[in-house]
């Protein structure tokens, strides 16, 4: 396993950007497929975007698709969300998370690395 932090949350206006970081401890990082979750109040958490160590293409949530953009820089150990054009709807605690393996997966239960989360509060 390796350790995450997340960082980078926030209260942004609607139309506006934040960047969230995950920072990870670790040697193996960089052969983790990393993945960012979020779960917004009565809400399951749910899958929004994974890159894998591989170079596959990432891959996103319908609903963010366009918007948000996940990169990795491996000599940092650190994972990045780019989220453009926030909406109210994007508001939720934002999950990094990571798992060995090269192919990507949107099943929470399949990562076994987790961070604490950061709040996105996203206003109308």
């Known amino acids: 396993q390796v350790q995450l932090v997340e960082s980078g949350g926030g209260l942004v206006q609607a139309g506006g950007s934040l960047r969230l970081s995950c920072a990870a401890s670790?040697?193996?990082?960089?052969?983790?497929?990393m993945g960012w979750f979020r779960q917004a109040p009565g809400n399951e958490r749910e899958f929004v975007a994974a890159?894998?160590?591989?170079?596959?293409?990432?891959y996103y949530a319908d609903s963010v698709k366009g918007r948000f953009t996940i990169s990795r820089d491996n000599a940092k150990n650190t994972v990045y969300l780019q989220m453009n054009n926030l909406k109210p709807e994007d508001t939720a605690v934002y999950y990094c998370?990571?798992?060995?393996?090269?192919?990507?997966?949107?099943?929470?239960?399949?990562?076994?690395?987790w961070g604490q989360g950061t709040q996105v509060t996203v206003s109308s």
């Open positions: 998370a990571g798992y060995n393996r090269a192919a990507i997966t949107t099943m929470t239960h399949q990562y076994d690395s």
């Open positions: 670790g040697r193996t990082f960089s052969r983790y497929t």
């Open positions: 890159l894998s160590w591989i170079g596959l293409s990432p």
